[in-house]
C-alpha cells in the first residue's frame, strides 16, 4: 500500500488554487477587451462626413436615402448604411485611352453616309443627377452611358458625308449626339446627366487617304479665297457702273425734257402760225413761200417777172449794181447819150440808171404776181 506524500498533495492543491484563480481573470479582462473594442467600434461607426462635392446614400432596413448637405452626420451602427457619391463633372474617352492618347480602332472606326471611313475621338463629359439611381438603379451605370454613347455617336456620324465629318459639321455632329445622349438618359434613368459631348479628332484611317484630304481642304480653302477675292471687285465695281448708270439716267432725263419742252415750242408755234393762217390764208402762204426760198437759197439773190402765163427768174445783179454801170459806160460811148451799152433808151425796163428803182419795185411786183399764180 503506497504511502501519500503530505507535502505532495497540499502543492497539487496550491497550483489548482492559482489555476482557478487565472481562470478567473482572463475571463474578467477578455470582457473589458471586448466591452471597449465594441465602444470604440460602435462610436467611430455612428458619424460618417461628407464632402463639397460629394453627396451620400444612406439605406435603413434596405431603403435608400439621398444626403445633400456637406459635413458631419450620424448614422445607426449595424442598421444604417451609407455610400457616398462623386458629384463633380467627370469624363471618359471615346476612341483613344487618356493615358498614352493612342487610336482605339475598335471605338473609333466608324462609317459615313457616304460609305467612307474615319476614325473619330470624342470625349463624353457627365455628372451625377441622383445619387440614388446612380448606386441602385443598375450595376454598372457608367458602362451603360459609355455604350448609350458608342451607340449614339456612330448614328449620328453615319448621317453626315465624310467631308461634313472632317471639316465643317463638328459642332452639328456634337450638338447632335449631346442631344440623342439626353433622350437615351432619360428612357434609361440611370441617375446620369450629360455636359458635354466634343470630338476631339477626326480624320481617315490610312496616311494616303489622309494626305488626299488634305489636298481637298487646301483646295476648298483655295476655292474659298477666289469667291472672296470676286466679291470683294463685285463689290468694288458694282459701285462704279451704278454710278455711270445713275448719270445716264440723269442725262437721257434732261435730254427727254429738253426734247419735250422743244417739241412743245414748235406746237405753240404751229399753234400760232395756224391761228393767223385761218384769220388770212394767201398772206401766210405768201410769207412761208418767201421765209422757205430765203432758207433754202440764202446766198441767191432773184428776180420774178411774171407776165401773162410765164414767169422768168432773171439775177438780180444784173439790174441793180453790175447792169447799171455797164449802161453808164456804153451811154457815154454812144455820143453823150444815156444807154446802157445795149443799146436801149434810157428809162427802159432793162436799161440802168435811174430805171434802177423802177426795176426793183416791177420786181417786188412780179414775185407777188408769180407767188399769186403758184
Excluded at 33 to 52: N, P
Excluded at 140 to 147: E, K, Q, T
Excluded at 256 to 272: C, D, H, L, P, S
Aim: contains cysteine; proline residues 3%.
Amino acid at each position: 500500500m503506497e504511502t501519500i506524500d503530505p507535502r505532495m498533495e497540499e502543492m497539487k492543491q496550491n497550483m489548482r488554487r492559482k489555476a482557478q484563480k487565472a481562470k478567473r481573470f482572463m475571463r474578467n479582462t477578455g470582457f473589458g477587451v471586448l466591452l471597449f473594442v465594441a465602444v470604440v467600434v460602435l462610436g467611430t461607426g455612428s458619424f460618417y462626413d461628407i464632402g463639397e462635392q460629394e453627396q451620400a446614400v444612406v439605406t435603413t432596413f434596405g431603403v435608400a436615402q439621398a444626403v445633400t448637405e456637406p459635413g458631419l452626420h450620424f448614422k445607426i451602427p449595424l442598421i444604417q448604411g451609407v455610400r457616398k457619391v462623386n458629384t463633380t463633372i467627370q469624363g471618359f474617352a471615346m476612341g483613344y485611352s487618356l493615358d498614352d492618347n493612342a487610336s482605339m480602332e475598335e471605338d473609333s472606326l466608324m462609317i459615313t453616309s457616304d460609305y467612307n471611313f474615319v476614325n473619330v475621338d470624342f470625349f463624353v463629359e457627365y455628372k451625377v443627377a441622383d445619387p440614388v439611381k446612380a448606386v441602385y438603379a443598375s450595376e454598372d451605370p457608367v458602362l451603360i452611358l459609355r455604350n448609350i454613347s458608342q451607340a449614339c455617336i456612330r448614328t449620328v456620324i453615319g448621317g453626315y458625308d465624310v467631308d461634313s465629318v472632317l471639316t465643317t459639321g463638328k459642332n452639328e455632329i456634337q450638338a447632335k449626339v449631346k442631344e440623342m445622349m439626353l433622350s437615351k438618359l432619360e428612357q434609361q434613368d440611370i441617375g446620369l446627366q450629360v455636359t458635354n459631348v466634343t470630338i476631339q479628332d477626326s480624320e481617315p484611317p490610312t496616311a494616303e487617304v489622309m494626305e488626299a484630304f488634305k489636298a481637298v481642304e487646301t483646295a476648298k480653302q483655295g476655292k474659298e479665297t477666289a469667291i472672296n477675292n470676286a466679291n470683294k471687285y463685285r463689290n468694288e465695281k458694282l459701285p462704279q457702273a451704278q454710278a455711270q448708270i445713275d448719270q445716264i439716267m440723269q442725262e437721257a432725263e434732261s435730254s427727254k425734257v429738253q426734247r419735250i419742252n422743244e417739241a412743245n415750242a414748235e406746237v405753240a408755234k404751229f399753234n400760232a402760225m395756224y391761228a393767223e393762217y385761218v384769220k388770212n390764208p394767201e398772206v401766210t402762204k405768201k410769207r412761208m413761200f418767201y421765209e422757205s426760198m430765203e432758207d433754202i437759197l440764202p446766198g441767191m439773190k432773184v428776180i420774178i417777172d411774171g407776165t401773162g402765163q410765164t414767169s422768168t427768174i432773171l439775177p438780180l445783179d444784173s439790174f441793180t449794181q453790175t447792169g447799171g454801170d455797164q449802161g453808164r459806160a456804153g451811154g457815154q460811148t454812144a455820143g453823150g447819150g444815156t444807154g446802157d451799152g445795149s443799146g436801149l433808151p434810157a428809162g427802159s425796163p432793162n436799161s440802168g440808171g435811174q430805171a434802177d428803182s423802177g426795176a426793183v419795185d416791177r420786181q417786188t411786183e412780179s414775185r407777188e404776181d408769180w407767188a399769186e399764180d403758184q
